[in-house]
Structure formats: structure tokens, C-alpha cells
């Protein structure tokens, strides 16, 4: 039953705001913006009929108006309790780029970080062959909406043979009724320099819409690590695209939690070129009436790309989970090494996940494997806890923090991966550890 | 210390134990020989109250109190323990964390308050020395990827760490090599106490060699056939079980 979605309410409010946003001066700019904007005439929201998005129903965006907002408000305390310490961090309040809030203080000169304003009000000539090329419009109608509607976002590039110190953590923050958060943030890691970027969505309003593009460039040899953990407000609507360009050699490792918001959407997608290795791991929990879909393309264009990709979920309540993993393997992309693993665990009668690993070869000499699982608690092992003297409930919950946990482990970064042992202990509540 | 009498059990209506009786007090080793299928596994799991399985008539008195009544961990932390024939491998909960939260939990039980975080390593690693265990098995996940024989010795490790009442081991010793074995036996051995009882299951006549039993029971078709002393399983391993048939204890 596909709700006829209608972005009419969006459009017309579109004439009002265009003038405040950044860069309505810049020609290229302003024809990106157009140009999304028809595609969003168009399509509206991506809905139930595209095979991308055939699991997930947006209809709630139109139900609801969501309009952008300069309001900067903010309970600083609650912010800081996700500010990671041994981190320069970049905060974006409702959209905004607050420089009150962020610490950038003692960057060095080789990690440029700028508001997305800034970077549109200076000499944008190197972003302009930057952004909007890492994905394009055509890309879904919600690439195409964040397109017209970005007010700001950040910018970063680290430049050659750098390694950063300290990883940058971006706080996408969201404290204003029905707010719609749209940034697009442009990240270029020169050759052979590495990053380590975290981003954290986080919010305390009740109600809003945060849609979030990153352009990722990695230049020859470059790496990037780049976390996202999604702990939206319960009620929140998320989308947010990560969209990567692997040059020769370079290496993206991602990781993906997500936890929070009603409706929750990733997309990851990394084009790999020459001997690049991209890994994306990611972790879902959904509960009540959560929705939470992930999708992930990884493009192997030349040979010798090596992919690993390991989605977990864990579902209850009446809580809905989507995995759509793609992996296409181009023509030219000979002695491609793929791996794609899906593993769900159901805690309710009620709850569901939709996995769809796909893989489309055309070259000859790859190794590519997938495999997908869904299940639920295994009982032999809730009896064997019980047998040990541990209660029903917190067997459940130690085997489900335990099978979640796994994801959790692998951050590498020690500060986020307590935040996130934090949040998954919340939820799972297993007797102190 | 624990009296079945007469119980019946049946799985998915299918009888299995067809009017089991045993005593056992404070302080005995009983073993229970009997041949494959015969319904010593299904004996243990009703001890510890695994689902699937209806009592259709019978009692079971665990120090007095009704213990068919109880949840599978009251009855665990009142004392009741079963090494399983098959220990289930649990990733991603550590041995140690596991041996934690189960004394706690059995603390908790009693009154106590949380084992002390310094003695509490200070008991393990005690128990882990008396089984000739590598420490690096506390902090992996419980049973995965352990050796079957591994996987029996950390059976007993937790037995010893959690010093139970009623120790029922279920083929502990199968899939032992001559080593491990006598280890496992020495842990038993080092377990054996005045109000300790064990209820050993075996096939072989070599772990009665090390934990010599008090008395020998033979369980086939659902009941205790015979019973005698730690000769009886040397008469065993020399005839077998055939010409017990039909006989009832
Ligand atoms: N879930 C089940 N459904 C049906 N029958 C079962 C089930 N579990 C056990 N049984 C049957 O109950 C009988 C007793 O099994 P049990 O495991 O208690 O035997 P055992 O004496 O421990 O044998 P072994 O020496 O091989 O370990 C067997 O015939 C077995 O097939
Ligand atoms: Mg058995």
C-alpha cells in the first residue's frame, strides 16, 4: 500500500528560505540546487515503488512539515555528555554550524575544517569540483531534497602524507520542534594522509527531520575511518548518505550504529578504484515501532578491490529492520575479493527484517561470498545460563547484548566505543559487568 | 539430600523415565551406568528443569522442598549443578564474566552481597591452577571453539567455582584423553565433602577408577534396573547391559 506521497507542502515553502541559504550567489551552486529541486518535483520522496526503497515507506515526511530553522538553542550539558574528550569536534545545531560549540582550537594547519557557509562564502573553486560529484541528484529524490535544502554542513580536508593525531567528531545536534536538519558535508583525505571521523546524531526534540549527505574523496593511498552513530530522539525521521570516491590503494573502514530515531535511513556507497579496500560494519536495533533500513552499494570498478562488509541487526517489539547490500563488480574489476555477511536476531513474534544481499558479477576471476541469517535466541543457551543460576530475563539479555556487542568490539576508538557500550547496556540491560 | 520416587517423564508424550526411584544423602558419589537412550540425560535435565519435559507422575524432594516446583536457576542457586554432556558454546559472553554473574546471582540468593572483585579472581584463578586450565580460557567466550575436552573441564571448573550441593555430571568423562581425565577426576576428587553429592553418569569403568563411587546404578528403560556397589560397574564393563534386561531393581 504506497501512500501517495506529495512534496507540495515543501515546494511551496521552498521560495521563502532558497534566499537565506548559502552560496545563492555561486551559478554551479545554484544550478545543483535547481536541479535537485526538480528531481524532487518530480519523484517526491523515494517511495515504496523504487526497488531501493521498496521496504521503507516515507509517507511520514509529507505528513508532517518540517522547516529549517536558525534557532541555536541548546542544553550544553546534555550536548557534552556525547563530546568525546580526546577529540577536536565539530558541532552542527539544527543544521547550523556553531562555532561557539565546536573545538578546533590547536588544529593543525594540514586539517582544514570550515563551515560549509564559510567554505561557499570564500574561494569555493576546489569545492566546486568537489561537491555533487561524489553522488548526484540522480543518486534518489532524498539526495536530490538535501541537494536544494542544505543550509550548511562542515567541510574538511587533510592534506598529503598527514596523519591526524585526533579524530575529528562531528555532532549533528537537533533541539528545535520539528526541525528540518539538511547538511551536506564535502571530506577530502589528500594522498596518502589519514583520518579518523565520527559522527554523532543526537537530538532533543521530540519531533524532526535530519538529512545528512557526506561527499568523500580519498585520494590516492589515503585512509579513512569513519564512524556514524545514530542515537536520534525516538520520534526523529533520519536520513543519512555517505557516498565515497576510493582512489588507487586507499582504504575506508565505516562503521554504522544505529539505534535511534522512528525512521532511520543509511545509505552507504564506496566506489573502489585500483587495490582500494573499503569495510563497512554495521550494528541495527530496533524496538516499539522503529524502522531502520540500511542499504549499502560497494562499487568494485577496477581489479584487485578487496570488500568486507558485516551488518548485524536486532529487532523487537514490532520493530521493523531493512539490510539491502549490494555488491557490483564491474567488468574490469578482475581478482576482486568480496565478502557480505547479514545476521539478525528477531526478540519478538512481531519484529521483522528484510535482507537483501545482492551481488552482480561481471568479471571472470573474483571471490565473492554473502551469506545472510535470520533467527531467533538460541534456547539450549538461555537454559544454560539459567542452569548457571541466572535469571530468564537477564539470560535474554546477556545473549542479545552479547550477539550485538560483537559490533561494538570493533571500534577501535576507546572513548565512542564506551558511549556505545553505554547505549547497548541501556537496552540490554544484563547484570553488571 | 535428594529422593526421586517413582517419577515418571515423559517428551512429547513419548514415556521415557517409567517410574525412577534413587537416594541419594549428604556426602555420596552415586554412578549411573546404562545403555544409550536409556534416559540419564533426560534424569539430569529434569533435575535442572529444562523445558520439553512433563512430569507424568512421581516426586523429586531436594533438601526438603519440592523441586520440580522450582525455576531451573532457583534451583541452581540453591545449590543444584549439571555438567552437560554437551556443553552449549555461548559467544561473546566471556568464562569469567559468566562465573561472575552466576555467584553473584547465587549470592544474591543467600543474602550475600557481590563477590569482592580481587577475591573473586583470587578463587578463579585458585580453581583454574587445580585444573591445569591455560588462564586464557577465563577471557575467552564460553566454550567457543573449545576441544570436547576442553569443554568438560570447563564444566567442572564452574562446578568448583561455584562449589554446589548436588553435582550432576552427565558423561563428563567421554571424550577425555588419559590426562585430562585424571585431572577432571582430581577436581572432582577435591570437590567431594560431607554435604557434597554427585550423581555421576558415565559408560566407562576408568573414571571409577579415580572418583570411586559409593554406590553403582544401572538406569535402562526408564528405571533403575540394579544397583550395587563399585563392583557391580566392573561386572558391567565384563557382561554388559544385556542380561539385566527385564530385571527391576
Ligand atoms: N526432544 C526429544 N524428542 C523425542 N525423543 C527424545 C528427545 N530427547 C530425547 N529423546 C529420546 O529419549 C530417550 C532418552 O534419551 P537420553 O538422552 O536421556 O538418553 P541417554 O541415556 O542419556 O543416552 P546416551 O548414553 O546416548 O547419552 C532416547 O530414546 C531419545 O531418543
Ligand atoms: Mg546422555
Known amino acids: ?433 | 539430600m535428594l529422593s526421586i520416587k517413582n517419577l515418571h517423564v515423559s517428551i512429547n508424550d513419548k514415556p521415557i523415565l517409567k517410574g525412577l526411584t534413587l537416594d541419594i544423602n549428604p556426602g555420596e558419589v552415586h554412578a549411573i551406568m546404562g545403555p544409550n537412550g536409556a534416559g540419564k540425560s533426560t534424569l539430569s535435565h529434569v533435575l535442572s528443569g529444562k523445558a520439553g519435559y512433563t512430569v507424568t507422575e512421581g516426586s523429586v524432594t531436594y533438601q526438603g522442598k519440592d523441586l520440580l516446583e522450582l525455576a531451573p536457576e532457583i534451583r541452581a542457586r540453591e545449590g543444584v549443578f549439571l555438567a552437560f554432556q554437551y556443553p552449549v558454546e555461548i559467544p561473546g559472553v566471556s568464562n569469567i564474566y559468566l562465573l561472575k554473574a552466576a555467584l553473584n546471582a547465587m549470592r544474591k540468593h543467600h543474602g550475600l552481597p557481590e563477590v569482592d572483585a580481587m577475591d573473586f579472581l583470587t578463587i578463579v584463578k585458585s580453581k583454574v591452577k587445580l585444573l591445569q586450565m591455560d588462564e586464557k580460557f577465563l577471557y575467552r567466550a564460553v566454550n567457543e571453539g573449545f576441544s570436547g575436552g576442553e569443554k568438560k573441564r570447563n564444566e567442572i571448573l564452574q562446578a568448583a567455582v561455584l562449589e554446589p550441593k548436588l553435582c550432576i555430571l552427565d558423561e563428563t568423562d567421554s571424550g577425555l584423553d588419559i590426562d585430562a581425565l585424571r585431572i577432571v577426576a582430581e577436581g572432582v576428587n577435591s570437590l567431594r565433602a560431607a554435604e557434597r553429592s554427585f550423581l555421576m553418569i558415565t559408560h566407562y569403568q576408568r573414571l571409577l577408577d579415580y572418583v570411586i563411587p559409593d554406590v553403582v546404578h544401572v538406569l535402562a528403560e526408564g528405571r533403575i534396573v540394579k544397583s550395587g556397589g563399585p563392583e557391580l560397574a566392573l561386572e558391567l564393563e565384563e557382561k554388559g547391559y544385556s542380561w539385566l534386561e527385564g530385571q527391576a531393581a
Open chain 1, 1 to 433: 500500500m504506497a501512500v501517495e506521497q506529495s512534496p507540495e507542502s515543501y515546494l511551496a515553502a521552498y521560495p521563502a528560505i532558497a534566499s537565506a541559504l548559502p552560496g545563492a550567489d555561486l551559478p554551479w551552486l545554484q544550478q545543483l540546487r535547481q536541479d535537485g529541486l526538480k528531481t524532487f518535483e518530480a519523484h517526491g520522496f523515494p517511495n515504496l515503488r523504487d526497488e531501493e526503497w521498496r521496504y521503507t515507506n516515507l509517507a511520514v515526511l509529507n505528513k508532517t512539515q518540517f522547516t529549517p530553522t536558525d534557532n541555536q538553542e541548546i542544553d550544553t550539558d546534555w550536548l557534552d555528555a556525547y563530546r568525546l574528550e580526546n577529540a577536536w569536534s565539530v558541532v552542527l545545531v539544527n543544521g547550523r554550524f556553531s562555532s561557539t560549540l565546536s573545538r578546533l582550537t590547536g588544529l593543525p594547519g594540514e586539517v582544514s575544517v570550515q563551515s560549509m557557509r564559510a567554505a561557499l562564502d570564500g574561494n569555493s573553486t576546489d569545492l566546486q569540483a568537489r561537491l555533487g560529484h561524489a553522488v548526484t541528484n540522480d543518486e534518489h529524490s532524498l539526495v536530490a531534497f538535501n541537494s536544494a535544502w542544505f543550509a550548511d554542513g562542515v567541510v574538511i580536508e587533510v592534506a598529503a602524507n598527514y596523519r591526524m593525531a585526533k579524530p575529528l567528531q562531528i555532532l549533528h545536534v537537533v533541539t528545535y520542534a520539528n526541525a528540518l536538519a539538511a547538511t551536506r558535508n564535502v571530506v577530502v583525505i589528500n594522498e596518502s594522509a589519514e583520518a579518523e571521523i565520527i559522527e554523532n546524531y543526537i537530538g532533543s526534540a521530540a519531533s524532526y527531520f535530519s538529512a545528512a549527505v557526506n561527499e568523500c574523496f580519498l585520494e590516492a593511498n589515503a585512509g579513512l575511518t569513519l564512524y556514524k552513530a545514530q542515537i536520534e530522539a525516538d520520534k526523529a525521521c533520519h536520513f543519512g548518505g555517505t557516498y565515497v570516491k576510493q582512489a588507487r590503494d586507499s582504504r575506508l573502514m565505516h562503521h554504522n550504529f544505529a539505534f535511534g530515531a522512528i525512521l532511520a535511513r543509511t545509505d552507504i556507497r564506496s566506489d573502489l578504484h585500483v587495490a582500494s579496500e573499503c569495510s563497512v560494519n554495521g550494528l541495527y536495533l530496533g524496538a516499539n515501532r522503529q524502522h531502520i533500513d540500511n542499504h549499502t552499494r560497494i562499487n568494485h570498478l577496477m581489479p584487485r578491490g578487496i570488500s568486507r562488509e558485516f551488518y548485524k541487526g536486532v529487532l523487537d517489539n514490532r520493530a521493523r529492520g531493512v539490510f539491502q547490500g549490494r555488491v557490483i563488480v564491474a567488468e574490469d574489476a578482475q581478482q576482486t575479493d568480496s565478502e557480505m555477511s547479514n545476521r539478525n536476531l528477531l526478540l519478538s513474534a512481531d519484529a521483522e527484517v528484510d535482507t537483501k544481499p545482492q551481488l552482480e558479477i561481471y568479471a571472470d576471476d573474483v571471490k565473492c561470498s554473502h551469506g545472510v541469517t535470520v533467527g531467533q535466541l538460541e534456547e539450549k543457551s538461555v537454559f544454560y545460563l539459567q542452569s548457571r543460576g541466572v535469571d530468564e530475563a537477564s539470560a535474554r539479555n546477556i545473549l542479545t547484548f552479547a550477539f550485538a556487542n560483537e559490533m561494538v568490539d570493533k571500534v577501535e576508538n576507546a572513548e565512542l566505543k564506551a558511549l556505545l557500550f553505554k547505549q547497548l547496556l541501556a537496552r540490554f540491560p544484563a547484570i553488571s559487568l
